[in-house]
């Protein structure tokens, strides 16, 4: 293992172009559940039946409460030495590019500024209705939050399952797959389209791939290095 961090770090630190894809797990040790596995949100929830919009138009409060509880836990938590060291070596790298599945805003609290937030942010609210869109913090979100503008119900502005990401957003995420030399993978499942694929688009146009997870991911079997453990102990000794 120790030979495998050494090879990795000598790879990250010699590549001109680094690619991160982050997932649930990066956050695990800021105290944010993860979705699948143990302690995972769907063993508690059925997410797949409230990270719907069909769930929202049945039931917006419930779905609100979930979002609103999340909010709490999300408010409450710290960056972790995995966000920090990734924050580092955006310092470091000279094409450095940041995607993230999450919605917590994590990356960015801990001082990363080239990110894609493939799934939206949890910080932020939409119109159902019209093109309103706004960043709001409050923890509560008071139930039913209302657009300013056209009095219709407000949602998270996030991706729920069923739903297309944000055109632009994933040009924007390919683009940066395809043009990695090196590809850095943490803390993900790989099981959630369109963003996993980005993992096999970057294996596809050449780029070394590195994993950092203490479960396989079903990305493992294409991986070059596999680090098995919590990014929180890994990605500092990366750096
Ligand atoms: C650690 C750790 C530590 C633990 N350190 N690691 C093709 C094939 C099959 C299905 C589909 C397909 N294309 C689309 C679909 C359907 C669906 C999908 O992918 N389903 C699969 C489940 C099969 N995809 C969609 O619906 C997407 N939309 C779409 O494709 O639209 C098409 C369309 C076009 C035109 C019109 C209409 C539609 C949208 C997907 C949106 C996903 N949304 C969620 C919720 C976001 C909001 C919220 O958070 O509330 O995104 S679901 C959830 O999963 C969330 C996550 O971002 C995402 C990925 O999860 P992630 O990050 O991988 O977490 P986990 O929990 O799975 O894994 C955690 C990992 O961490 C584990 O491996 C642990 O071991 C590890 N770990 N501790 C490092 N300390
Ligand atoms: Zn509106």
Redesign the pocket.
């Known amino acids: 293992m120790h030979e495998e961090i050494k090879k990795a770090c000598k790879i990250i630190s010699d590549t001109k172009k680094l690619t991160v894809l982050t997932?649930?797990?990066?956050s695990?040790?800021s105290g944010i559940p993860?979705?699948?596995?143990p302690g995972?949100l769907w063993q508690k929830y059925n997410?797949a039946e409230l990270?719907t919009p069909e769930a929202f138009k049945k039931d917006p409060k419930l779905v609100w409460e979930f979002?609103n509880w999340?909010r709490e836990l999300i408010s409450k938590a710290k960056c972790n030495p995995?966000h920090k060291a990734l924050a580092k070596l955006e310092e470091k790298i000279p094409k450095f590019c940041l995607i993230t599945?999450?919605?917590d805003g994590l990356h960015r609290k801990a001082g990363n500024r080239n990110i894609i937030e493939?799934?939206?942010n949890?910080w932020w609210v939409r119109c159902t209705r019209c093109s309103f869109l706004k960043e709001d913090r409050r923890v509560p979100l008071p139930f039913p939050p209302l657009c300013p503008n056209c009095q219709n119900l407000l949602r998270?502005h996030?991706?729920?399952?069923?739903?297309?990401?944000d055109l632009d957003i994933l040009n924007l995420a390919i683009r940066e797959a395809e043009t990695a030399e090196t590809f850095l993978i943490?803390?993900?499942?790989?099981?959630?389209?369109?963003?996993?694929s980005l993992i096999w688009l970057a294996k596809e146009k050449g780029a070394f791939l590195i994993e950092?997870?203490?479960?396989p991911?079903e990305a493992t079997p294409i991986v070059d290095i596999y680090l098995k453990?919590?990014?929180?102990e890994i990605l500092p000794k990366l750096i």
């Open positions: 997932g649930a797990g990066i695990a040790e993860t979705f699948r596995g995972g997410v990270a979002y999340r995995a599945q999450n919605i493939l799934h939206g949890i998270p996030v991706v729920w399952f069923g739903e297309p990401l943490i803390g993900t499942s790989a099981t959630v389209q369109p963003a996993a950092i997870n203490p479960e991911s453990g919590k990014a929180g």
